[in-house]
């Protein structure tokens, strides 16, 4: 039994109990909706670029992969190329510094690259960017940045009425469509260049979706170029010149080839044709690994995966063709899958945010 005098209540200091509430408060959050995401603001300026992959997946469903979605950051400052359904999930669950989101840059306006634009517009006025958001693409983004915008008008009113505009500063409700001019005469442009960051865009080939483009990201002498969707293009190959990585779409012709016919000759022609159909406009694993022998790029990341397989398969499906003796490295991209290229050296580590996920 114990003495009276050790169960006396003492009244805590007001900082101990302030404390105290603290950890229960936060504990209670724990308890009841997982752990609060990570801060990962660090990112934004330890002297490296670093490139996320938050969506490695293709238009068909899958649970371990988000649309496509490829975070860089670096220079003070996020990019997000593509914002694929279910990426902004992930940006989010991440703690990625998605308040100093510098801009979007669209590489065409299928439905796998965009659908999450009006909830990057959300999640980073409401995360605390103060300005419109910049989105780049080629010409025709300005119609996909107008339809978002309507949309979310409703929203942002409730929000803005709601909260007030100290909180939620209108004109970060904004964005604003960046047009990227490119032709077959001129189909390269360097757009953007502040604070040692510089960002082009180059014309691929996704016919009968034209224009479309792919980006390079260079930030003191590392570089990663991004493809969007395409068949092997030789703007990409000579953007990807001696690249430190350059993260590019695939397509497995011998699984989507076997699923099509097996729709159809299991009575569902309609499906059958439509899987048929992405056959022509994106590239197969062979070509890609060839193409990225001969480009010299430091390492491959494959994503946009179709068919969005689970990693175990992923790997055989997606590595097959490629050359044992390859000069580069190659990866089969999972979503949260951080790359991080320190400058003034040519050192490279790989890690993984999405691990430790509930
Ligand atoms: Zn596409
Ligand atoms: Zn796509």
Redesign the pocket.
Known sequence: MFARSALRWRRPPALTLALALLVLAASAVEAQFGALPPDRSSLLDDGALHVVICGSGA?LPSAERAE?CTAVIAGGRMFLVDVGNGSLENVRLWGLPIDRLAGVLL??F?S??IADLGETFFASWVSGRAEPLDVYGPAGVDRVVAGFRMVYELDVSYRIAHHGEEILPPAGAGAVARTIDLTDDAPTSAFYDRDDLRISAFLVD?EP?AP?VGYRFDFGGRSVVIS??TVRSANLEQASQGVDVLVH?VLSEAVMGMAAQALSAGGAERLGKLVADTLD??IYPRDLHALAAEAGVGLLVLS?LAPPLPAAQANAVFLRGRAEDAPNDALVAVDGMHIALPVGSDDRTVGNFGEHQP
Do not use: F, K, Q, S
């Open positions: 238009p496509a590489t065409h299928h796998d690259h996704h979706v479309a969007g969707d779409e406009y994106h946009h």
